[in-house]
């Protein structure tokens, strides 16, 4: 017969891992983000016409899954937080890695939202791949869509540098510094 008064409950394991929804969130939107970015830069090579629109309502479409995929990240973050840093790891490090992640998740919102503002204010609606549009959120201003416009372009740079920062971050940490910090984002990887 066991003392159930002298018994400890032993510590759950700590998760060393992202789970699985967080990693499909997580390379889903970045390639999104990628191929909406590589659009944009690329459409100059489209002379003007029905194939640019096309490609133009594509990068909208792709910009809208981005802004739901991250709500949906930022719900599921809350559902099932990421796993710790490793231990040891420098308090300024930790401060960087969540000041890098504040800063990413406000530009995967931004950016898109400020795509879609800046469209409805050129007076044009916006569809997600051809299926609905999206409700109107501002009335036509072709000056505020220019402020937008701009907006959307500059956020869309930080957003891409910020994200080649974090990719180099994470080489750093697996390569450099050892402490797997990038395998535990990987899903073929084991731990």
């Not at 750093?172 to 899903?187: A, C, F």
């Amino acid at each position: 017969m066991s003392n159930t008064l002298t018994e400890v409950a032993a510590p759950p394991p700590v998760k060393t891992r992202h789970d699985g929804v967080t990693m499909f969130l997580h390379w889903s939107v970045a390639l999104l983000i990628l191929v909406a970015f590589a659009i944009a830069q690329g459409r100059g090579l489209v002379p003007r016409g029905p194939e640019r629109t096309a490609l133009m309502d594509l990068h909208r479409s792709i910009g809208v899954l981005v802004l739901a995929l991250v709500a949906l990240r930022m719900v599921w973050r809350a559902v099932s937080p990421p796993p710790p840093m490793p231990a040891g790891t420098a308090p300024l490090l930790l401060l960087a890695a969540k000041a890098g992640h504040l800063a990413l998740y406000a530009l995967m919102a931004a950016v898109p939202l400020a795509g879609v503002l800046m469209t409805q204010a050129h007076g044009h609606p916006v569809t997600v791949f051809g299926l609905f549009a999206v409700p109107t959120l501002i009335g036509e201003s072709h000056a505020v869509g220019d402020v937008l416009e701009k907006l959307h372009e500059l956020l869309g740079t930080a957003i891409i540098l910020l994200a080649g920062l974090h990719a180099v971050a994470a080489l750093v940490h697996q390569y450099v510094l050892k402490d797997g910090t990038l395998s535990r984002m990987l899903p073929w990887v084991k731990r």
